[in-house]
């Protein structure tokens, strides 16, 4: 199977290494990272990931927003994005969910497991 | 002839009264013996007069020819006779040979004639001018009579017309003291007192005052009305035995008991009268004083028939006073309303018409909407929502659901006078006067205050989390990636210790989401989803996100369900109260161990226990397990990880959910913690 590129996007940089390492070491996924949604914009539309794990809560270009921006470039419009968040109340996860999200994971996760979520997402199409 | 001619043989030589008696046109003469009253001589006016034959009369006894329409009457004139007596001018009745009574003016004395006591008795007929009399006191009672239906006609008059019911009963009673003679007297009502005791107040009063003092009292007793409660007088007679009661004795004991105030004119004779109303309730009281000569029996039976009309008047009032108390009361009652309405400020109190158009505002109102009520009096509700919402037609969407099932709740932007918005709690009520919509009932309350704090505390609560949440996760990422041994094999030691660091982020983390879903549901700001939800599933995400607890515990996890058991509610909810009982379990049990969930359908509902085989509880603590921040033992926190709000925050979602929860335990015997969700069945 051909490697795969995950582009990881969080402005903390703690959490962008320990999701880095996840998805490197656990789960074999080649990764960039991002830190803010306009570097996220620039490396989806030149590196073209597999996925995007998406932080919701990033100063002036948030998640959301970046995510509405990605959906309008015809490049990476059709890249799936998974928001990462630590706001895990039920009217935010489903707002997450709402607007088009391949699926929410919660913060903190099992560093472990993250590979696997992933992937169970991308398969399934949900959560 | 023996007689007639010894007779006018006497009157030759003797009395000219006597003669002329005799001879004298239409006096009837009869003479008869003293002691037997056997007739010895008559006169033609006597035969003319009672229609008898000669023939028929001598020699037999005035008895015999039943001459005396009253016997005993008769007997005493003759015994007065005999006693030597000369009888004038007395009133009898006498009858003819035909029957009638007739009145005659009645003379007589005795006589003695060849030494025989004779009784002449001369009898003067008239019947004619009695009967005129009569018919002049006929007249006056008639005369009378009218005057007093006049008065009564003029009472009910002035009643229907309501006029004031003092002048009413004044004026009747002044007629009737004046038809009959009387000196004074007064009309009570009936009442009774506080303990159920009748007494009378007088509804009018004959004026007896003297003197200045006694016309200052007088005029106060007749505004006020006087209280009479002393059973022991005349009046108090006809109270209890509800008759009439007459007394004339001027001299008696009963005329100078009670009742009579100092100055009072002394109590000459008295006649007092129940009233009674329709029902034959007695009503009140007539009473009537010092008519000279008295009361009598024919005074009575003149004023029964019009007492009733008297009884009807008191009724009357008393029904019209008792009406008019209770529209006092009424309008006290819609004043003390108004003011009540009119004092809160707080809410918008509004009342719309059938239509929706506002017909009464509070000042609350006025103060919420900045419209003051002549200005929106009349006014569609929909003035006072948002453009948007007009055009959609909400306002009589609102109208037409709050008809229909019977109230609306709603919050939702509200418009002032001066265009701004506010965050509006509403509460339309149909109104229903009959079974007929006569409006609406329209309580609003501005919670736009309320509404930005309990944003403010979300944004607030959900920062805190997010903020708590950033440095966990990258230490518990950190942590599980050494622990996990994404950087090779570590010695054991260190494992452990990175193992006790993971571990207890985990219980930060925990304790982050417990203080915030408590928070949430006190708030009841936690929204329950519903969805069909397998058991089967439900129990195996519990139990397999427990497993990594479970194994390095030693204890066996064990689920047994039925088959095919579908139920209805919030399945992320139902996992987590399932998942707090079962690691609760799993903490509280030996190695060795099992833990088992079990899932039993009954009628109408589903009840999911968890069973361990742990050191159980004791009786008096089983109470308080599911308070807030209990922890049985004060180590226990520390020793098993837990924030105490666990069994708290599954109490809260299982009611939310319309359940129950609760526990069954014995010290030395394991526990069952156990929550049950009503199922509707189909």
Request: proline share 4%; hydrophobic share 40%.
């Amino acid at each position: 199977m051909a490697e795969r590129t995950a582009l990881v996007v969080d402005d903390e940089p703690d959490l962008r290494l320990i999701a880095s390492m996840s998805l490197a070491i656990v789960g074999n996924w080649r990764v960039v990272e991002a830190g803010s949604g306009a570097e996220a914009l620039v490396l989806a539309r030149t590196g073209r990931p597999d996925v995007i794990l998406l932080d919701v809560m990033m100063p002036e270009l948030d998640g959301l927003a970046t995510f509405a921006l990605l959906r309008q470039d015809p490049v990476c419009a059709d890249v799936p994005v998974i928001f990462m968040t630590a706001k895990v109340q039920a009217h935010e996860v489903a707002r997450y969910r709402g607007v088009g999200a391949a699926g929410v994971i919660l913060k903190p996760f099992d560093p472990m497991r993250l590979a696997d979520r992933v992937h169970e997402i991308l398969t399934s199409g949900s959560r | 002839m023996r007689v007639e001619s010894r007779l006018r043989a006497a009157a030759a030589h003797g009395s000219e009264r006597f003669a002329h008696a005799i001879l004298g046109g239409p006096l009837a003469i009869c003479v008869v013996t003293i002691d037997d009253q056997r007739v010895v001589e008559i006169n033609d006016s006597f035969l003319l007069l009672t229609g008898h034959e000669r023939a028929d009369v001598i020699g037999r006894t005035i008895h015999d020819i039943h001459f005396w329409v009253d016997m005993v009457e008769g007997a005493r004139l003759h015994r007065a006779i005999r006693r030597g007596c000369q009888v004038r001018g007395r009133e009898l009745r006498y009858r003819t040979r035909t029957g009638a009574a007739r009145f005659a003016l009645v003379c007589g004395e005795g006589v003695a004639v060849d030494g025989e006591h004779l009784a002449i008795v001369t009898v003067l007929d008239i019947t004619d001018r009695k009967h005129a009399e009569e018919q002049a006191v006929l007249q006056a009672r008639l005369q009378r009579n009218n005057t007093l239906l006049q008065a009564l006609n003029r009472a009910q008059s002035e009643h229907i017309a309501e006029l004031d019911a003092g002048s009413l009963f004044e004026g009747l009673l002044a007629q009737l003291v004046l038809l009959t003679e009387s000196r004074f007297g007064f009309i009570g009502e009936v009442l009774a007192d506080t303990g159920g005791a009748p007494y009378l107040k007088t509804l009018a009063l004959t004026d007896t005052s003297i003197d200045e003092p006694s016309r200052a009292l007088m005029e106060k007793h007749r505004r006020a009305g006087l209280e009479y409660g002393d059973m022991n007088t005349l009046y108090g007679e006809v109270l209890t035995h509800r008759v009439p009661v007459c007394e004339n004795d001027a001299a008696g004991g009963r005329l100078g008991s009670g009742g009579i105030p100092p100055g009072h004119p002394p109590l000459e004779s008295f006649f007092g009268v129940p009233l009674f109303g329709a029902s034959r309730e007695l009503v009140g009281v007539l009473a009537l004083a010092n008519r000279p000569g008295g009361y009598d029996s024919p005074l009575w039976t003149e004023l029964e028939p019009l007492l009733p009309v008297c009884g009807s008047l008191i009724e009357a009032r008393r029904s019209r006073h008792l009406k008019s108390l209770a529209e006092s009361a009424r309008r006290e009652s819609e004043r003390q309303f108004r003011l009540l309405v009119d004092s809160v400020r707080d809410y918008a109190l509004v009342m719309l018409d059938p239509f929706g158009r506002v017909a009464s505002w509070n000042a609350g109102a006025e103060r919420s909407f900045g419209y003051p009520a002549d200005e929106v009096l009349g006014l569609h509700v929909s003035e006072l929502y948002p453009r948007e919402e007009r055009d959609s037609r909400a306002p009589e969407r609102d109208l037409q659901i709050a008809a229909g099932e019977g109230r609306l709740e709603s919050e939702g932007w509200r418009l002032r006078r001066d265009n701004s918005r506010f965050w509006a709690n509403t509460v339309l009520t149909p109104v229903h006067e009959e079974q007929h919509l006569c409006g609406f009932a329209l309580v609003t309350r501005d919670i736009t205050e309320r509404r930005d704090l309990a944003r403010m505390k979300d944004e607030f609560v959900s920062m805190v989390s997010h903020e708590l949440r950033t440095p966990l996760t990258a230490i518990r990422g950190a942590l599980g990636l050494i622990e996990g041994g994404a950087f090779g094999a570590l010695p054991k030691v260190v494992i452990e210790l990175v193992s006790i660091a993971r571990s207890n982020s985990e219980r930060l983390v925990r304790l982050v989401n417990d203080i915030l879903d408590m928070e949430k549901l006190e708030a009841g700001m936690l929204a329950l989803g519903r969805g069909e939800i397998d058991a089967n599933r439900l129990v195996a995400t519990a139990l397999d996100g427990l497993r990594g607890m479970a194994g390095p515990a030693g204890v066996a996890l064990r689920g047994e369900v039925p088959a095919s058991c579908i139920l209805a509610g919030d399945e992320d909810r139902l996992v987590q109260v399932l998942t707090n009982l079962v690691s609760n379990a799993i903490k509280f049990s030996p190695p060795g161990s099992s833990v088992e969930v079990r899932v039993e359908e009954g009628p109408g509902r589903i009840r999911f226990s968890v069973v361990d085989q742990g050191p159980g509880i004791e009786p008096e603590d089983l109470s308080r397990l599911f308070g807030k921040f209990q922890q049985l033992d004060s180590t226990d926190a520390r020793r098993r990880g837990g924030s105490g709000l666990g069994l708290a925050i599954c109490k809260a979602i299982v009611e939310q959910h319309g359940g129950r929860v609760g526990v069954d335990s014995e010290p030395g015997h394991g526990s069952v913690f156990w929550f049950e969700l009503v199922q509707e069945t189909s």
